[in-house]
């Protein structure tokens, strides 16, 4: 089966567990693209494809960016005021790294998106071959960027945000998704 899939409730008072729980609907909305591609290939453009298309597409034009700018808000910025010395190189160049993906899987996304807009309305039997290779460039792009981000950036940006930053982390990343209530059952965006 294609469409769907539920997400693991973690409120937005613990921000670094709220970015942890969507590395992990990234990871599926990645692993249903890839299964969506299979499908398309096997099946062909049925409702249950066009229904997979329509959740990646939810998932990468929604909450995929508030993602990125949570972490281009919160946690790069007091990593890269860490000293430009030799003890912090390796974590500026990880979070430089990470700001450059970000910008690549934007673009990415565009490709992939019309392709997705076109199976989602059933106007597009199957990916074309460059749409197949942008598929693969872009899942492959998440599963080391999130690895990077889980081993080596979010370790070293809890040490450096005390509970009251977090907390006003949360608070914020709440308020732009227009969530009330930062509790484990305020969302999952």
């Known amino acids: 089966m294609l469409p769907g899939f539920q997400s693991p409730a973690v409120g937005f008072d613990q921000p670094f567990e709220m970015l942890e729980?969507?590395?992990?609907?990234?990871?599926?909305?990645?692993?249903?693209?890839?299964?969506?591609?299979?499908?398309?290939?096997?099946v062909g453009n049925d409702e249950?494809?066009?229904?997979?298309?329509?959740?990646?597409?939810?998932?990468?034009?929604?909450?995929?960016?508030?993602?990125?700018?949570?972490?281009?808000?919160?946690?790069?910025?007091?990593l890269l005021a860490l000293p430009r010395d030799a003890a912090h190189a390796a974590v500026h160049a990880a979070v430089r790294r990470l700001e450059q993906d970000h910008r690549l899987m934007r673009q990415l996304w565009q490709g992939l998106r019309e392709a997705l807009q076109r199976i989602a309305q059933g106007q597009e039997a199957d990916f074309s071959h460059q749409e197949l290779e942008l598929l693969q460039r872009f899942t492959g792009l998440y599963d080391s960027h999130i690895a990077l981000e889980e081993n080596v950036i979010y370790p070293a940006a809890r040490v450096r945000l005390d509970a009251q930053a977090q907390a006003a982390m949360g608070m914020e990343m709440a308020s732009r998704r227009g969530v009330v209530s930062t509790g484990p059952t305020a969302a999952t965006r």
Request: proline share 8%; glycine share 0%.
């Open 48 to 78: 249950p494809a066009r229904q997979a298309a329509a959740d990646v597409l939810r998932y990468f034009d929604v909450a995929a960016p508030h993602h990125h700018e949570d972490e281009e808000r919160h946690v790069f910025p007091p």
């Open 21 to 42: 729980a969507c590395h992990e609907r990234v990871q599926r909305s990645v692993a249903l693209l890839q299964r969506l591609a299979e499908h398309l290939h096997r």
